[in-house]
Structure formats: C-alpha cells, structure tokens
C-alpha cells in the first residue's frame, strides 16, 4: 500500500535535517540575481522608474506598523517568552508584515510589469528568445541591449500570480512567532516552501506548462524551491533594500530558469542522439 505524501512539516524537517548541495545552489541564485543586476547597466532603467516610489511605499508601511503595532506586539509576546527574545521576534515579526503588505501593494499595482520585463531581458541575454518569442515580440536590434529588443507583451503576461493560499498560509503561520529565536526561522522555512515554486511561474508559462506539469516540476524539486524561497522572504525583511531585492528577484529566477533550460535542452538531444534499441544481434565483425 503506497504511503501518503509527506506533508508541510515533515517537508521541512527534511529539508532541515538532510540538506543537499542542490539546495545550496538553489538558495545561492538571489545572491548571483544581486550581482548580475548590479554587473548589467542595461536592466538600471526597468527599476528605476518604480524604485523611489517603491521605496517611499516601505517606509510609510514600515513606519506605520512599527509606530502603531511593534510595542502592542512585543507586549503580548512577553507574555510567552523572555524579554529579550520578545524584542527580536516582536521585530522580525513587523518587518514580516511590513514586507507582505508592501509587496501585495506594490506588486499588484506597481512592480509585476517590470518583473516580467527583467525576467525576459535576462533570459534575452541568455540567449533563450524562442521562449520569450511565444509571448512577445523580440526584435534583433540593439543585440548589446536586451531591455530595447523587447516588444510589448501580444498574450497575458504575469511573473507571479496573487495566491490567496499563500497568503492564508502566511497568517495562519505567523504564530510561529511566539516560539522564541527559532520561530522566526521555521516560519520563513515553511512560508518559503510555497513563495519559492511562484518565483518561476513566468517560466512555468513560458514552457506552456499546465497546472498537473507545474506541480510535478516543482515537486521534483521541492527542497530547492524552498531553500530559494526562504532566502527570498528573508532579503524582504530587511528594510532599506527590500524593494530593490523584489526587483533582483525575477534576476535570480531568472538566471536558474536558464540553466534548468539548458539542462532540459541538452537532455532531450542526448535522448535524440542516442542509438535507437534493437533486438537483433550486432553483425559479426569480419
């Protein structure tokens, strides 16, 4: 009788306990979408039409939260823990919800376009334009500039949809923090199991993947998913450059989107190019 699937918690504890090299390779990708974007002038115009709003966004939520919720929230979690790690959840924990509220905010009204923008022109640049072909036109003009060989979108285009079970998820998590020190991490653990798989979802579309292969994709690699997705979470907490990290992260996804491309590509030629099977014996040789 086969067993049942391992759920959410049980995912994490083998992602805890049992971490694998692809996993630290996974996670790695934000820190390489970071420096890729910083050693590419060509994406600079994509963010900087919405960075100052974006940042003046996160401080008026950040300062708001911190003046009207952190010593409310600090007071009850002093009911449970010592002081001290009352003060450092009570933090992590303002700047979670300042985080989620400023990216809802700004991802719904400001930033999604431009995220696809960014995903498209890295992929451009790496040399995958059959892909972004199939949802925009990518003209061979300005070959040193892949932002001006983009056209506008013909289809539907979206990096990451709005998901109300992360969200659901994300509230009914947030207990979490109660736990003293170690709350924070699981919280960002369990929370990035379900963030990480959305960071691709302009890929999963581009593919053309339905809902059935997009699940199945992201379960093969669902420890990498998550380490990628808690780093993820974690660069939005942190407050002077979390907006700039919103707009590194479709760099990052990117980027991996890339290399699964190639290693996707290059599998299906070694699966062309090998010999065919047959039940005849070989001729003898003279």
């Given at each position: 009788m086969p067993q049942p699937q391992a759920g959410l918690t049980e995912n994490v504890k083998r992602v805890i306990v049992q971490p694998t090299w692809e996993?630290?390779?996974?996670?790695?990708?934000?820190?390489?979408?970071?420096?890729?974007?910083?050693?590419?002038?060509?994406?600079?115009?994509?963010?900087?039409?919405?960075?100052?709003?974006?940042?003046?966004?996160?401080?008026?939520?950040?300062?708001?939260l911190f003046v009207w919720a952190y010593l409310p929230q600090v007071a009850f979690?002093?009911?449970?823990?010592?002081?001290?790690?009352?003060?450092?959840?009570?933090?992590?924990?303002?700047?979670?919800?300042?985080?989620?509220?400023?990216?809802?905010?700004?991802?719904?009204?400001?930033?999604?376009?431009?995220?696809?923008?960014?995903?498209?022109?890295?992929?451009?640049?790496?040399g995958y334009d059959d892909l972004v072909r199939q949802f925009r036109p990518v003209s061979d003009d300005s070959l040193n500039n892949?932002?001006?060989?983009?056209?506008?979108?013909?289809?539907?285009?979206?990096?990451?949809?709005?998901?109300?079970?992360?969200?659901?998820?994300?509230?009914?998590?947030?207990p979490l923090n109660f736990v003293p020190y170690i709350g924070v991490p699981i919280f960002l653990l369990l929370t990035g199991y379900r963030a990480g798989p959305l960071q691709h979802w302009r890929y999963f579309k581009l593919l053309d993947f339905n809902k059935k292969q997009r699940n199945a994709f992201a379960r093969r690699r669902v420890w990498q998913y998550t380490w990628y997705g808690t780093v993820y979470l974690f660069l939005q907490l942190v407050p002077p450059l979390s907006m700039f990290f919103l707009l590194t992260a479709p760099v990052s996804s990117a980027l991996w989107a890339a290399d699964l491309e190639a290693r996707r590509r290059q599998q299906e030629t070694d699966v062309v190019q090998a010999p065919a099977y047959t039940d005849q014996p070989p001729d003898d040789q003279a």
């Amino acid at each position: 009788m086969p067993q049942p699937q391992a759920g959410l918690t049980e995912n994490v504890k083998r992602v805890i306990v049992q971490p694998t090299w692809e996993n630290v390779v996974a996670s790695s990708y934000q820190i390489k979408g970071i420096i890729y974007f910083l050693g590419h002038p060509f994406l600079y115009p994509l963010a900087r039409r919405r960075l100052l709003p974006a940042v003046l966004l996160s401080v008026f939520v950040l300062a708001n939260l911190f003046v009207w919720a952190y010593l409310p929230q600090v007071a009850f979690l002093a009911l449970f823990q010592k002081k001290g790690s009352a003060w450092v959840n009570g933090t992590f924990l303002v700047l979670g919800e300042s985080a989620a509220v400023t990216a809802l905010l700004f991802e719904a009204w400001l930033v999604d376009e431009v995220q696809v923008d960014i995903f498209d022109a890295v992929l451009v640049h790496k040399g995958y334009d059959d892909l972004v072909r199939q949802f925009r036109p990518v003209s061979d003009d300005s070959l040193n500039n892949p932002v001006q060989r983009l056209g506008k979108p013909t289809k539907s285009s979206v990096y990451a949809p709005f998901s109300f079970r992360q969200i659901a998820e994300f509230v009914i998590l947030l207990p979490l923090n109660f736990v003293p020190y170690i709350g924070v991490p699981i919280f960002l653990l369990l929370t990035g199991y379900r963030a990480g798989p959305l960071q691709h979802w302009r890929y999963f579309k581009l593919l053309d993947f339905n809902k059935k292969q997009r699940n199945a994709f992201a379960r093969r690699r669902v420890w990498q998913y998550t380490w990628y997705g808690t780093v993820y979470l974690f660069l939005q907490l942190v407050p002077p450059l979390s907006m700039f990290f919103l707009l590194t992260a479709p760099v990052s996804s990117a980027l991996w989107a890339a290399d699964l491309e190639a290693r996707r590509r290059q599998q299906e030629t070694d699966v062309v190019q090998a010999p065919a099977y047959t039940d005849q014996p070989p001729d003898d040789q003279a």
